[in-house]
């Protein structure tokens, strides 16, 4: 069951990235029509984006480079925990916004 919860946290993480990396795909279009003289489409700015999407902060503390409080066994579940602490990095330690 834990395997399963980490490969959907890792999944949702990775789907968060996608509408992070979209948003800013059609926030520079916008501006660049605006820049045009075009009426851009209704793009909210990227702090309203990331207001509207934030990670929720329920995660559990952890800093980058942490071993776990039991040591996994074997390489596998080590590697899994290394992602894991990579992704607590990258959605700012905690999760919290």
């Known amino acids: 069951?834990?395997?399963?919860?980490?490969?959907?946290?890792?999944?949702?993480?990775?789907?968060?990235?996608?509408?992070v990396q979209t948003h800013e795909c059609l926030n520079q279009l916008s501006l660049s029509l605006k820049s045009q003289g075009f009426a851009p489409?209704?793009?909210?700015?990227?702090?309203?984006?990331r207001a509207e999407v934030a990670w929720p902060g329920d995660w559990p503390e952890a800093q980058a480079g942490e071993a776990?409080?039991?040591?996994?066994?074997?390489?596998e579940e080590a590697r899994m925990d290394e992602k894991m602490t990579d992704l607590l990095g990258f959605l700012g330690g905690s999760g919290a916004t």
């Open 41 to 49: 489409f209704a793009c909210p700015t990227p702090d309203q984006f």
């Open 1 to 19: 069951m834990e395997r399963y919860l980490q490969h959907l946290v890792c999944q949702q993480a990775a789907n968060h990235r996608g509408q």
């Open 68 to 75: 776990p409080a039991e040591a996994p066994g074997d390489v």
